[in-house]
């Protein structure tokens, strides 16, 4: 396997392209690509593949690049795009297509802020956005996470177990502009790790049919509910998903989550993507310095992996969760998640929910010191903690009273009492 | 771990001199980091980026605040934000065409490296010659001032797929390289890890606070300023008019304004407005797109439509004598007077206006639209003496008796040809003609009428002699049409009226079997036809002529208009006549030549010009005060570049313009208009026409500029164009979207 020091939406870009070239012998591959910042690279590298079988189209708009992924997955082929921010925010309609139809379509999403103000860098909240659609989200640390759960996606996608669109998201420049040394797989890697897609329900010229068109209520249900229990089988499939890549690869691809110093921690730190490495060098030196600190990473948002939360969490009284992302008048979606995966189990721990690094800012060890030196001072949660902001916002003064109303009374006419 | 911070300007190659560091590292063993600080930089924008390699594997994912060293790429950037946070010891490699020392003492707490990366760039033809790229030659001086062995570097650039005249680059600047140790190495490094966060601008702190957004105006690197060029209108009029000026007064329907723009210049815009051949109309930038802007027409609606009460001036104590009260010297009165001095014209006719009351007809110029004009003259104290010839003795008096005199008699020697004919009554002069039928002292009842010459005299001439009852009237002329000096538009309503034209023809004598006719009197006008040859002196082409190709031409009536040419007799003999000459300097007082008499240009719009420089030169004789340059009211608006050069069409954005027709205003039917002396114009019905005017290299605020700005950086605050260029990354949109040329790119 060749080691090379590329970016990650070159990593990105080379595992969509080569999972898609490993259909050629099956159904072939098409993507339909629309560009935006930080993810254009990605598009572009697509789009420069000399794919066997198969096509790149490219639209005239997000929405139209997943409409076309929609049909090329729906006629059998392997399917994939990207996006990131506003982009995905146009495309909404189609992704939850996406997953309501079950097609195994990967998606690559370089985390940006969603605008306004207009900013380009580095915020989940475009695809914490996208966390009550049917698809599988993953969230990469580094390059080299990005190429292997790229190739992952597919396998788990398209596990008859499974049929669901996968998300694979990185931070916006941190990780998809950043040089670093990656070990890229080779074709025939590939080939071996993903067989040829058989997509059971796909379109068929010699068996004419209509999906997705009106049902009753009844039948909506159960297919509901058939989606919700394969999110259920999804975790075990991962497992399997990562033993193959094992075999065929030689390294062990990131796991949904990762536990570091969890054991017998008292407190717990909760991170993901880049955040997490940072994170990581500050419980190592607390760790050193002999205090019972742990860290929690989740790469998986979807399904929320709650029995890995429990165990991270075990010996803890307090959570600290950082989060690169603002869900409006909640605060960080990470840390309501945790809040209503504790509900019941775990009400005794403390969860306090920090944002962090909102808008693209770096995240240093600095600043996650101050939030371990909040959490040690807490008895009880508050609202989310603004990390490095200090000035409040001034309130703005309440609405003068208005007088009510009144339809003026024409002249010349009383007014009936 | 080594932390690298680059300093460049987009499309140096910044970034990849980050990944060229990296990979030569990578290739050792190394784990790396190669990036940069993106935003939504262009090219020339200051960029940053870095790099980091280590043994161990790299944790730190965030931007590097305390590099260990930082490279320079543009010597533009040297300044004390490039050393933020780098640590003692580190090094500062510049490219530079500096001596290390001179770098040095900038950066006195650290060791300095320069190396002239651009000359190395440029010598192996790196990127282009206003943007060469220097990371390759930056990475040869990297590897040896961190001692990377310049092999591995190479190495890294060969698995990235540079070759050539980067390899040579790397090598050269690795020999190059200067160095030069800190002068004062034990010194605290500038913070630069950020501190907590104070709160940002708000949307909602209105247009009064600071806005939440990056200046982008440190990307620019040409911002967009304001000019002006000299429009064809106002460069050509011979009056000096601020034509364009009035124009756009007229365009926002300030008729009284135009009016008053007009009269800083001429006292007849009533005047120029009927009979001006109007060069500015030839010259319009407009007749490129459709047609000129009808600018005769809107002079005339607003000397008629508009009110300006001149106030008089304070009194000055020095007099002045003009001598002849024709549009130059009633215009050199009418400036004098509006300098406060009191004035003394002298006409030798009975009545006020020279040939403008007695060689212009009524249905061209109506003796009361005359009258007006004149009366706003004499009510600024102008006093005007009739019935009052001047001699040569009597200019000798007045240059006693007067401060000054000016001699504004025109040209009143009027061409004679030779037809044989000479003292006969059948021949008569134009001008002398024009006056008589302004006098009712002329009927040509059934004659036929032969009309010689091609000037606006010949025009008036046969136009009149139909309205005086002549049956037929024929112009000749020894050149085309297109040659005739006349207005185009008058030779047009001549047609329209019924005179028979007759180009390229010259008329030779008078025959005698014509005078056999006896009682009718009834001529042959022996002609003979003509071809044009080479250009003269003048730039027209001379008429040739066609032997054998003679004719004669039936009449009754030969009317000439051949020209007129100064009569010098006033003057003392040999006294050399030209504008702005003092030509009896020996005398008392000086005594000047005005309008055609010193220009011989034959024009009203020439003479009020004239008129108007003689009277600035007269000022400038008694008080030493020069009030203009003389030759044009120009109005310099508030601008960063002033062009001298006149704007030509291929300047403006043509295609930036809607088309619209000219508007050409009403007049009479060619039937009605030879009942009497009826002024055959009526005048254009508003100030629509005006709108036209495509306000050639003069911003007229039309803010197709503020409209397009993608940046919003650009305001019109009351008359001024504002650039707000702590936001304007100079882009150049406001350029390419002014139709009118008046926003161009400056370099930074």
Redesign the interface.
Known sequence: MPREIVTGNHAAGLALSMAGEANRFARGTAAGIYPITPQTEIVERVAAFPFSKGRVVPVESEHSAMGVTIGASLSGARAFTASSSNGLAYMVENIMVAGFYRLPVVMVAVNRTLGPPWNIWADQGDTLMLRDFPWIQLYAQDNQQVADLTLLAFRLAEDPRVLLPVLVCMDAFIVSHTQMETELPTQEQVDRYLPPLDLPHRMRSDDPKTLGGLVWPDATVSLRKEIHEAFDRVPMVFEECRQEFRDVFGRSPAGAVEAYHTKNAETVLVATATIATTALEVVRSRRAAGERVGLLILRMLRPFPIDQLLEACASASRIGVLDRDYAAGIGGVWAHEIRAALQGTRDDLLVQGYLTGIGGGDVTAERIDEVLVDLGQRELPGPPVWVGLEDPAPVPAAPPPKAPLVPPVPSGVEATP | MVEIRIHGRGGQGGVTL??LI??AR?LTGH??????L???ERSGAPIQAFCRFSPEA??????I?EPDHVVILDPTLVGPGVTRGLKPGGWILVNTELPAEAVAEQFPHNRVAVVDATAIALENRLGTRSVPIVNTALAGAVARILEIPLDDVLAGMEHLGFGGGNVTAARSAFQAVAIRDAISPDAEPESA??G????GA???EGAGGER??IQTGSWATSQPKRQQYVPPCNHICPAGNDVQGFLHALARDEVDEALGILLRTTPFPSVCGRVCPAPCMQQCNRSELDEAVNVRQLERLAGDVGRVVLERPEARSQRVAVVGSGPGGLSAGYHLARFGYGVTVYEGAPEVGGLLRTGIPDFRLPGKVLDREIERITDLGVQVVTDHRVDRRGLMELARAYDAVLVATGLQQLRDLRLGVGGSDMALQGIDFLDQVKHDQARLDGETVVVVGGGNTAMDAARSALRVGASEVRVVYRRTRHEMPAIAEEIEEALEEGVILHELVQPVSLQAEAQADGDTGSHGLQCIRMRLGEPDASGRRRPVEVEGSDFSLPCTRIILALGQSPDLSVFPEGAEVREGGDLLGLLEHPVFAVGDLATNDGTVAGAIGSGRRAALHIHQTFTGEVVETGDQARVRSDVDLWNDEVIRADALRMHLFERSPGQEGSSLDPRERLDGFREIHTGLPDTSEARRCLSCGVCNECDICVTYCPEGVLKRVGHQLVFDYAYCKGCGICVTECPRNVVFMSHL
């Not at chain 2, 784990?31 to 940069?36: N, P």
């Not at chain 2, 907590?196 to 709160?199: H, Q, S």
């Open positions: 980050a990944k990296a990979t990578f784990s790396v980091q190669a990036f940069g993106y935003a939504a790299i944790t730190d994912r965030n931007l605040y890890r950020p907590p966060a104070g709160r708000s949307f909602l939440p957004a």
